[in-house]
């Protein structure tokens, strides 16, 4: 008789820790429906930024249909005239809608790319509660706080602000990584760990992570781990938490050279003061500030209002949670919870008006633009707090009861005053197919340009000195052979010397060619419109978007960052 077969430990324990996974990804899941769910009968909530980032998907998802596998030029932004608005703006939010576009319908695209994104941050704020709160209920409470946190949902409902939202997601990550670099928890720190270079690479991952999302959220990112490196310095009376953040951060913007390189240099061909224009100042975004646009004034209520929501739900917290720590000597430790108390503060701070000198004085702070984009870091304080808060107690039911009730009234406030549509999409779309396109972006408009004068509906090539052509055999003619999003070629057979304008900015990215000699075109009288001087008898101009020097060393930067991470993760640190 043989003996029964023990099931096998590792496989069980697998399985156990599967199961356990799923739960945080399941349950984030569906508080993101909820949260979407009057999206399912009102259609779309097109807030401030819907149509911005929308036309950026369908630009980028048709021009990959086109063989273009990462899109610089966005073709059809400026009514077809197009604008350099993908090298200023990270990839990771527009990519990833433009790939939900491909299989999914486009009406679809915002509630998908939502809950996606929420359940992400779920999971994000989950594996954050896991390693500083006590128990596994208190870090699903983390977590569903987290999907349905205010800013949250001030972004879904009355923003629409998708690249920021996905930013969001990988905040806790990114304090995760930080405690866990700079030793702050507990076992962040085992005998003999001289090299963390898992740590480093892990932290350099999302802090890259973040910028590729949305640049003023890594603006936060950046002063937020400087803060918490600065108090982690000081807490352990060492330089190797700075030491080792700094290797972090700069590996991590060496991932985004890519990006980032080609964004500041190109910063020079382009308006790009137009993004601290009137309405985006942050002088004109601190909490409860009034200006002369009552929309505006309305809007900074609204989110001043959230603010102040979630500073004073999580301070409460937090006292309730420390209380009981105290008593009963267990809970999240002391260090931790200063380094909470610090960001919470910073936050705070930054979104009153007495800190207007810091956002003049520290750099590139000031294209945050609104003070109050500084809940995106104060969520992550404010769900952790809660989640202690509910960990043990006879109070902590209270708790629950409480904040799904304050996020539940915010969530039902915020839909009812947003602005519903099911037809921005389907508008977008046929304005593409009929050759129209749509509205730019004041901060990417070439320079030497006022898009504001571009005419809604354009030919793709026009012959400008009419006036001169009189009579029979006169006129050129014109015949576009190509008109791609990155390259045009047009063949001309002309009686007499004109002037040809395209339908394209200039931007000095573009290289023009009348037959095979380089060219230097001008503008137009109105806008910076493309025109080339045509000579007489038979010609052809070519238009291509070349690749500059600085797309091509950022390019060869990330590729050898990424590399270099992937070895410092597969390493054994010694």
């Given at each position: ?28 899941a ?72 491909l ?52 972004i879904?409902?009355?923003r ?22 700079c ?44 803060a ?18 700094a290797a972090?951060?700069?590996?991590g ?64 917290a ?17 260090p ?12 705070a ?6 800190s207007?000198?810091?956002?003049a ?46 996020l ?64 029979p ?24 010397p ?18 095979g ?13 493309m ?34 991470a992937?070895?410092?993760?597969w390493?054994?640190?010694?």
């Open positions: 008789m043989t003996a029964p077969e023990l099931p096998d430990s590792n496989a069980t324990s697998t399985s156990r820790r599967s199961r356990e996974g799923l739960a945080p990804l399941l349950l984030s569906l508080v993101s429906l909820a949260v979407v769910s009057p999206f399912f009968w009102l259609g779309n909530a097109t807030g401030h930024d819907f149509q911005y980032h929308a036309g950026s998907w369908l630009d980028a998802a048709g021009q990959w249909k086109q063989g273009v596998l990462y899109p610089r030029w966005t073709e059809w932004a400026n009514y077809g005239f197009g604008e350099p608005r993908f090298i200023f703006y990270p990839p990771f939010s527009w990519m990833l809608g433009a790939a939900l576009g299989f999914a319908p486009w009406s679809s695209v915002p509630v998908i790319f939502i809950v996606l994104t929420q359940t992400l941050a779920g999971a994000s704020a989950f594996a954050l509660g896991r390693r500083l709160l006590e128990s596994r209920a208190a870090a699903l409470f983390c977590a569903t706080v987290y999907v349905a946190n205010p800013y949250a949902l001030l879904v409902y009355w629409s602000d998708f690249a920021e939202l996905l930013a969001d997601a990988f905040f806790p990550l990114l304090l995760l990584a930080a405690l866990e670099l030793g702050l928890l507990n076992d962040a720190e085992p005998t003999g760990e001289r090299y963390p270079f898992r740590r480093i690479a892990a932290f350099a991952a999302v802090f890259a992570a973040i910028w590729l999302c949305n640049a003023p959220a890594g603006v936060i990112a950046s002063y937020s781990i400087a918490l490196l600065a108090f982690a310095a000081w807490t352990r009376k060492s330089w190797q938490p700075l030491a080792r953040g972090g951060v700069l590996l913007f060496a991932i985004t050279a890519g990006y980032l390189l080609p964004a500041a240099y190109e910063q020079r061909w382009v308006n790009i003061a137009q993004a601290l224009s009137t309405g985006l100042l942050p002088a004109e975004n601190f909490l409860y500030t009034q200006i002369l646009d009552a929309e505006h004034t309305l809007f900074n209520w609204i989110a001043s209002t959230l603010a102040v929501l979630m500073i004073v739900l999580a301070g409460f937090a006292l309730a949670a420390r209380r009981r720590n105290e008593q009963q000597g267990r809970g999240i430790a002391e931790l919870w200063r380094a909470l108390l610090i960001l919470s503060a910073v936050a701070l930054l979104m009153l008006r007495f207007l000198p810091l956002w004085m520290l750099p590139k702070l000031r294209f945050v633009q609104f003070p109050w984009r500084w809940m995106s870091l104060l969520a992550v304080p404010f769900a952790v707090c809660l989640g202690s808060a509910m960990t043990r107690g006879r109070l902590r039911w209270v708790w629950v009861a409480v904040t799904f009730g304050l539940a009234s915010a969530a039902v406030g915020l839909a009812k005053s947003a602005w519903w549509d099911t037809e921005d999409i389907p508008a977008l779309r046929a304005a593409i197919a009929n050759g129209q396109g749509f509205d730019g972006t004041d901060e990417y408009d070439p320079l030497g340009d006022d898009h504001t004068n571009i005419p809604t509906k354009s030919p793709e090539v026009q012959v400008l000195d009419t006036d001169t052509m009189q009579g055999n006169k006129k050129p003619m014109v015949r576009v052979e190509r008109w791609k999003p990155e390259e045009k070629e047009v063949a001309i057979s002309a009686p007499q004109f002037y040809l304008g395209l339908r394209l900015l200039n931007y000095p990215a573009w290289r023009v060619e009348l037959n000699t380089v060219v230097s075109p001008r503008g137009g009288e109105d806008y910076n419109m025109v080339v001087a045509v000579p007489a008898g038979e010609s052809r101009v070519v238009v291509r978007f070349v690749h500059t020097w600085d797309r091509t060393l950022g390019a060869i930067s990330t590729l050898l960052s990424v590399l270099l992937l070895w410092l993760a390493r054994r640190s010694e």
